[in-house]
């Protein structure tokens, strides 16, 4: 299940959200203002944000642009929900990640953020990550520490993967789930832990503190100039 928040000033729009994306057995929030919306997002963090710009541009755009200014929010996808009028207009620096164009079915935004989250799970298509010794080998699927191979299971790669292309970045046990364990998995918060611990053995002593502990809140990957032993 994914916890969906939209925001819009259309409640058309928002009901239709919730009844389709509920039957689809997903938790869906359409906070009754901004000030609620945005507050809301920051405290739960939500898996998905949906942001309409088409009855009144302005408020969508604010919303948009205070949700992509705070770092705790970065592993966030936001898509915008548009009309063909809007498209030429569309403007990046606004910090969403993807749009639908209206009308579009409730599995449309559930395709976009399926796309966003393994883009962000395995960063730069085709690309090469690197931190230091570490090398992360998006598309041979390979990881290399001090130029010796690292034996890892795809999602302890995934995992390193995704916490190593947001260096600095604290996400909490459920995100992760979220993120880069498969859809639809029973898996609970307790797999992150062993994941964790397995990746930091693999990792050796010297370099283990490369994912560090945030007690009460989750894990983040550390760059090695920042690293505090």
């Given at each position: 299940?994914?916890?969906?928040?939209?925001?819009?000033?259309?409640?058309?729009?928002?009901?239709?959200?919730?009844a389709s994306?509920?039957?689809?057995?997903?938790?869906?929030?359409?906070?009754?203002?901004?000030?609620?919306?945005?507050?809301?997002?920051?405290?739960?963090?939500?898996?998905?944000?949906?942001?309409?710009?088409?009855?009144?541009?302005?408020?969508?755009?604010?919303?948009?642009?205070?949700?992509?200014?705070?770092?705790?929010?970065?592993?966030?996808?936001?898509?915008?929900?548009?009309?063909?009028?809007?498209?030429?207009?569309?403007?990046?620096?606004?910090?969403?990640?993807?749009?639908?164009?209206?009308?579009?079915?409730?599995?449309?935004?559930?395709?976009?953020?399926?796309?966003?989250?393994?883009?962000?799970?395995?960063?730069?298509?085709?690309?090469?990550?690197?931190?230091?010794?570490?090398?992360?080998?998006?598309?041979?699927?390979?990881?290399?520490?001090?130029?010796?191979?690292?034996?890892?299971?795809?999602?302890?790669?995934?995992?390193?993967?995704?916490?190593?292309?947001?260096?600095?970045?604290?996400?909490?046990?459920?995100?992760?789930?979220?993120?880069?364990?498969?859809?639809g998995?029973?898996?609970?918060?307790?797999?992150?832990?062993?994941?964790?611990r397995?990746?930091?053995?693999?990792?050796g002593?010297?370099?283990?503190?490369?994912?560090?502990?945030?007690?009460?809140?989750?894990?983040?990957?550390?760059?090695?100039?920042?690293?505090?032993?």
């Amino acid at each position: 299940m994914l916890r969906i928040h939209v925001f819009g000033d259309r409640q058309s729009l928002l009901t239709a959200c919730r009844a389709s994306l509920g039957r689809l057995g997903h938790a869906t929030y359409t906070p009754p203002d901004l000030l609620s919306f945005l507050e809301a997002v920051y405290a739960a963090q939500p898996d998905l944000v949906v942001i309409d710009l088409v009855a009144y541009p302005p408020r969508g755009e604010q919303a948009c642009r205070e949700l992509s200014i705070d770092p705790r929010l970065m592993g966030v996808p936001k898509v915008l929900v548009v009309s063909d009028d809007q498209l030429s207009t569309l403007d990046p620096a606004l910090g969403f990640d993807d749009f639908v164009v209206e009308p579009f079915a409730p599995e449309a935004l559930l395709a976009r953020f399926r796309l966003l989250r393994h883009r962000q799970a395995h960063g730069p298509r085709g690309g090469l990550l690197t931190h230091g010794p570490l090398r992360l080998d998006l598309a041979a699927y390979r990881a290399d520490l001090a130029n010796e191979p690292l034996d890892l299971t795809p999602l302890e790669f995934e995992l390193l993967c995704f916490l190593a292309a947001h260096p600095g970045i604290v996400y909490s046990r459920e995100k992760l789930l979220s993120m880069v364990w498969p859809e639809g998995t029973q898996a609970g918060t307790r797999t992150i832990d062993v994941h964790v611990r397995r990746l930091r053995a693999k990792l050796g002593d010297d370099h283990d503190s490369l994912i560090q502990t945030v007690h009460g809140v989750g894990y983040r990957f550390v760059e090695l100039d920042d690293r505090r032993y």
